[in-house]
């Protein structure tokens, strides 16, 4: 029986994989698609979602979410996203691990007229067989909880790729999608969800894609899977100067394995039930503190630690050979 998921993303590299991924993949049926500002403008990551959703084949509708964070970008006192991870080509020319506009053809793809949010209050009005997996700032979920808070307990299961309990990415201490909007997450963590699952850095970190899966993505040959190819090869070039893994010609590839683990739950080899809660100020802005005492009593996050690489790559290869 297939999953319905409904797919938030800030698209980026690896949000048009996990697309790609849930829109292909038999075991997902994919009920509508979200964008938020995150790794780029809402604008920029509304089109780049289009143009990957065009690449599928897929009519399913897209919502377009968020333009700002809840409050950060109001407040002078949060401290800045202190580094883009900036690589150089052989001419010496900068570039980054997700493009302002990806290189797939425009789209003429109209999204819905509703709001993200609005359609995430009123699809969730009742209670709905349907997973949602937030793979960017949450920025259009916490305003979807504002404006109805009952719909926590009437979503399946929220799949969360962002935080870190110890891998950080945009500061010392924090991850991008919980540090560009630190209140919408905590907003998230804190409302009540029935089941929360968090794949932050610490599992994304190694549940890498190789240069040699690259290869079988190659092989394939489908337009799927030639355009995840064309991703993850930008990625391992900014990982191996930037944020070297612990395997070489390697990246994360951080969106999809949420989709990965509706899938195949055991892609999911370590999970731990603990509280979790993101700081609001000072260096630790936008940080995930993760609460390992045995005797807490108010556990909300079921958060990943460790997943298995190859059958992540597995399912993703089953995925792509079915694009036309
Ligand atoms: O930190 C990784 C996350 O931030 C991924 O979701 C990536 O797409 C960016 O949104
Ligand atoms: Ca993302």
Same mark, same amino acid.
């Given at each position: 029986?297939?999953?319905?998921?409904?797919?938030?993303?800030?698209?980026?590299?690896?949000?048009?994989?996990?697309?790609?991924?849930?829109?292909?993949?038999?075991?997902?049926?994919?009920?509508?698609?979200?964008?938020?500002?995150?790794?780029?403008?809402?604008?920029?990551?509304?089109?780049?979602? =289009?143009?990957?959703?065009?690449?599928?084949?897929?009519?399913?509708?897209?919502?377009?979410?968020?333009?700002?964070?809840?409050?950060?970008?109001?407040?002078?006192?949060?401290?800045?996203?202190?580094?883009?991870?900036?690589?150089?080509?052989?001419?010496?020319?900068?570039?980054?691990?997700?493009?302002?506009?990806?290189?797939?053809?425009?789209?003429?793809?109209?999204?819905?007229?509703?709001?993200?949010?609005?359609?995430?209050?009123?699809?969730?009005?009742?209670? =709905?067989?349907?997973?949602?997996?937030?793979?960017?700032?949450?920025?259009?979920?916490?305003?979807?909880?504002?404006?109805?808070?009952?719909?926590?307990?009437?979503?399946?299961?929220?799949?969360?790729?962002? *935080? *870190?309990?110890?891998?950080?990415?945009?500061?010392?201490?924090?991850?991008?999608?919980?540090?560009?909007?630190?209140?919408?997450?905590?907003?998230?963590?804190?409302?009540?969800?029935?089941?929360?699952?968090?794949?932050?850095?610490?599992?994304?970190? =190694?549940?890498?894609?190789?240069?040699?899966?690259?290869?079988?993505?190659?092989?394939?040959?489908?337009?799927?899977?030639?355009?995840?190819?064309?991703?993850?090869?930008?990625?391992?070039?900014?990982?191996?100067?930037?944020?070297?893994?612990?395997?070489?010609?390697?990246?994360?590839?951080?969106?999809?394995?949420?989709?990965?683990?509706?899938?195949?739950?055991?892609?999911?080899?370590?999970?731990?039930?603990?509280?979790?809660?993101?700081?609001?100020?000072?260096?630790?802005?936008?940080?995930?503190?993760?609460?390992?005492?045995?005797?807490?009593?108010?556990?909300?996050?079921?958060?990943?630690?460790?997943?298995?690489? =190859?059958?992540?790559?597995?399912?993703?290869?089953?995925?792509?050979?079915?694009?036309?």
């Amino acid at each position: 029986m297939s999953r319905k998921v409904i797919l938030d993303v800030d698209t980026g590299s690896d949000d048009a994989v996990a697309i790609m991924l849930a829109a292909l993949h038999p075991e997902i049926d994919l009920v509508a698609v979200c964008s938020v500002k995150g790794n780029q403008p809402l604008a920029n990551t509304t089109e780049n979602t =289009k143009r990957v959703l065009d690449l599928v084949k897929s009519d399913v509708p897209l919502y377009k979410g968020c333009k700002f964070p809840v409050v950060r970008d109001v407040c002078p006192w949060r401290i800045e996203f202190d580094n883009r991870a900036t690589a150089v080509d052989e001419n010496g020319k900068p570039f980054y691990i997700h493009q302002d506009f990806n290189s797939l053809p425009e789209s003429t793809r109209k999204e819905e007229a509703k709001p993200a949010s609005v359609f995430y209050a009123e699809y969730f009005a009742e209670p =709905k067989d349907t997973t949602i997996v937030a793979v960017g700032p949450l920025t259009n979920l916490a305003t979807a909880i504002l404006i109805n808070p009952d719909m926590v307990e009437n979503v399946e299961e929220l799949v969360i790729m962002g *935080g *870190g309990d110890i891998d950080a990415n945009s500061s010392s201490c924090s991850e991008f999608n919980i540090f560009a909007d630190p209140e919408a997450a905590q907003l998230v963590f804190q409302a009540g969800f029935k089941r929360i699952v968090l794949c932050p850095l610490d599992v994304t970190h =190694k549940a890498m894609v190789t240069k040699d899966d690259c290869k079988r993505f190659v092989e394939i040959g489908t337009p799927a899977a030639l355009f995840a190819d064309k991703m993850c090869q930008t990625r391992i070039e900014v990982h191996t100067q930037c944020q070297p893994l612990t395997l070489p010609d390697a990246c994360a590839l951080h969106d999809p394995l949420c989709i990965a683990y509706l899938i195949d739950p055991s892609v999911i080899t370590k999970m731990e039930y603990l509280h979790v809660d993101v700081s609001l100020s000072g260096m630790t802005d936008g940080a995930t503190i993760v609460d390992h005492r045995y005797f807490q009593n108010n556990r909300n996050v079921h958060i990943c630690y460790d997943g298995d690489r =190859k059958k992540f790559v597995d399912i993703m290869c089953d995925a792509f050979k079915l694009s036309k």
